[in-house]
């Protein structure tokens, strides 16, 4: 059988030998926790902890602000330290809680308590992912109880595990489906309950054949559930580009995955999903590796969320040169960011120290577009870079919505192919927001 | 011969031809224009600049007479334009003052702290866009990258050493550059005003002073100095009030952070 794939991209180098032989470590974190409000897709949450009061581990301190909002939960015991402004992500303020952790990790009640799924109806496993404050952890953090909820659930017929993990030196999903397949199993048996007509794919790229093989013992016997076996190809991950892969149906820029009958999930959502539903668990630990060439010891962690950046670093055995690059997040898609002392939330993957900045270091200037049309070739999602950067340079942004660049996905194929060393992807990122504005205000 | 002659005469007879066409049809469609139009057009500056808020000279020419628009509605022209121009329209223009664009941010690169590099588009908006916003520590401060200067159409505002800084005697008011700052640094103040303050940061002084040497703390000093009560605290940054403000000098003599200056 042909490996599956979809239309564009790039083939990227992947320096996962880094940390992908590394097993998972249980980091706790000593220091304090810090849960930004806004976190996910959607409106941020709202505080239910006043200052001084004292939380347990598993406890809800900011309760969802409508549907499309999700839970925040606190990951340690202790007291709520403040309520106010921290440094988020690449240097944006806002507001967070602030956790005294007392390094005891004392559980709220019912924590922790197995739970037989099968005897859950539908609404009452979305109820749980929901206060479970369950987002999407492969980097979107959309709500995962909306994926849940399609328009037609009866047309779902595809439940798709994303294990991917096509950014660059990323492997806590390669490591997580080696090292626990059964919580994966567990989490789409739990949404294979709730869409019965539905087949399960676990769809992993071939540059992990460990994965591929643990995932492939822990499916047998299974009915209704396989491994599918991707190419090697970025962005490989992107929900667009894995629904084309699995099912071989076209995603167009108006359609969902659940309108072609598929709901995508990553695979440390699923573990998530199963630790909520069977075992009582809020999302309060997800993957997440430390690497690159600046980190003395790589590591894939499982980390409490709220830990800070340079905790993690420093229980990766810190840095052993000077990094000129840290990003959190893989290369393509992640941000650079300028202060080590940033919580880890809910949809951060991975820290990347690098002891050369790629970018700086390039010694080719940007020059003028020779229309090659190598960007049109790489775009995963069909669209023409190459005049998108004209309409958004001229600000024609009626012309740049009509060439469908509000379906750019961002994930950078355009700007690292292309040979005049443009920052095409720069530019779309910031004209998406401007042209998403203007059409809120009723002006395109 | 007769090639070369027959050629000049049918050359000579297409001219006349097209001549009397051309005449016939001026006169058969004649567009009646209002002659003030014309004139006021004549006086204004030309450059269709566009910083009335019309879309170039004509524009704001067929506003004016059309009474949409006031007669002192070119800024770049100011008051010898304006007086020409009421002359024409039979009306008295408001007295205008000569303003000039004035950049709140002193924050220059040996002063401010640099948190970062940055490699891409070279535009204000671009690097503004990005969380963090551009490589300085302060992230209401001048980025530098020229979105200003490049808006400028009188070579009026220039970036020196990392800040953008207005040349006075080219500065022709237009507001472009007020248009084109995405951190809404630049405002437009009287050309005779010897005292401004640099700085924009609305943070708390604490935080300022651990981002720049020459930020506005906010203290209240030249509040309390002005005896004019021209100057106002507003989310601590100090504001000039030029109705008022007589130039005295005496808020930037007790400035701790010595902000309040042009240059």
Not at chain 1, 105 to 133: F, H, R, S, W
Not at chain 2, 161 to 167: H, P, R, S, T
């Amino acid at each position: 059988m042909p490996k599956l794939t979809f239309r564009g991209g790039v083939r990227l180098k992947g320096y996962k030998e880094l940390s992908a032989n590394v097993p998972i470590v249980f980091h706790q974190a000593k220091g304090e926790l810090v849960f930004p409000l806004n976190q996910h897709v959607g409106k941020p949450a709202i505080p239910i902890v006043k200052r001084g009061e004292a939380v347990l581990a598993g406890q809800i301190i900011a309760k969802a602000d409508g549907f499309e909002s999700a839970n925040i939960i606190t990951s340690g015991s202790g007291k709520v330290k403040a309520i106010e402004s921290r440094m988020t992500s690449a240097g944006v303020m806002a507001p967070c809680i602030v956790i005294d952790n007392d390094g005891q990790y004392n559980l709220a009640p019912g924590v922790g308590e197995p739970c037989d799924y099968t005897k859950l109806t539908n609404e009452e496993i979305v109820a749980k992912v929901q206060a479970a404050g369950v987002v999407g952890l492969g980097g979107a953090a959309t709500p995962t109880h909306i994926k849940l909820c399609p328009e037609q659930p009866e047309e779902i017929d595809h439940l798709i595990a994303n294990g991917a993990e096509c950014e660059p030196y990323i492997t806590c999903d390669d490591r997580l489906m080696q090292e626990q397949p059964g919580w994966i199993v567990s989490g789409l048996k739990v949404l294979m309950q709730m869409f019965p007509a539905a087949d399960a794919v676990i769809a992993i790229q071939d540059d992990k054949p460990a994965a591929i093989a643990a995932m492939q013992k822990a499916i047998e016997g299974e009915r209704k559930m396989s491994v599918m076996v991707l190419k090697t190809k970025y962005p490989q991950g992107s929900e667009r580009n894995l629904v084309h892969a699995v099912t071989r149906r076209k995603m167009t820029s108006d359609d969902t995955p659940a309108n072609l009958g598929c709901i995508v999930n990553n695979v440390t959502t699923l573990a998530a999903i199963y630790h909520a539903v069977c075992l009582n668990e809020p999302l309060m630990e997800k993957g997440f590796t430390v690497t690159g060439d600046a980190v003395a010891e790589p590591h894939n962690f499982l980390v409490k969320i709220g830990t800070s950046c340079s905790e993690i670093l420093e229980a990766a055995g810190g840095l052993k040169a000077e990094p000129k690059k840290v990003l959190i997040g893989g290369p393509m898609m992640g941000m650079a960011i300028t202060d080590l002392d940033i919580p880890i939330a809910k949809s951060y993957n991975a820290l990347v120290c690098m002891t050369h900045d790629p970018v700086e270091d390039c010694e080719i200037k940007e020059t003028a577009c020779i229309r090659c049309g190598r960007c049109v070739r790489a775009c995963p999602v069909g669209l023409v870079p190459q005049m998108m950067a004209q309409a958004a340079t001229a600000k024609e942004y009626e012309r740049y919505v009509k060439l469908h660049g509000l379906d750019c996905i961002g994930c950078g194929c355009c700007a690292y192919i292309c040979p005049a060393k443009r920052p095409l992807t720069q530019m779309f990122k910031q004209t998406k927001p401007i042209v998403l504005d203007l059409q809120r205000q009723g002006k395109l | 011969m007769t090639l070369i002659v027959s050629s000049i005469l049918i050359l000579a007879v297409i001219g006349l031809l097209v001549g009397l066409m051309l005449v016939f049809v001026s006169e058969t469609f004649h567009v009646e224009v209002d002659e003030r139009e014309a004139a006021v057009r004549e006086c204004l500056p030309g450059n269709n600049c566009g910083g009335c808020g019309y879309a170039g000279c004509d524009a704001v020419a067929a506003a004016i007479v059309k009474g949409e628009a006031p007669v002192n509605a070119c800024p770049v022209g100011g008051a010898p334009v304006a007086d020409k121009i009421s002359e024409i329209m039979g009306i008295s223009a408001d007295s205008t003052e000569k303003m000039v664009a004035f950049v709140k941010c002193a924050g220059t690169c040996d002063v401010m702290k640099v948190k970062c590099n940055y490699f891409g588009i070279e535009s204000c908006e671009a690097a503004g866009s990005l969380p963090g916003k551009g490589v300085r520590a302060c992230q209401q401060g001048c980025l530098g990258y020229g979105s200003c200067v490049k808006a400028c159409q009188f070579d009026a505002i220039h970036v020196v050493n990392g800040v953008a800084v207005v040349d006075r005697s080219k500065c022709v008011a237009c507001g472009s550059c007020v248009k084109a700052c995405p951190q809404n640094l630049i405002e437009l103040v009287p050309d005779r005003s010897t005292y401004a303050v640099r700085c924009s940061s609305t943070e708390k002084g604490k935080t300022v002073k651990a981002l720049c040497d020459v930020g506005c703390l906010g203290c209240g000093l030249c509040v309390r100095q002005c005896e004019q009560g021209a100057i106002t605290l507003k989310d601590n940054v100090a504001h000039i009030d030029y109705n008022k403000c007589i130039g005295c000098g005496k808020c930037a003599e007790k400035c701790p952070a010595k902000i309040i200056r042009l240059r």
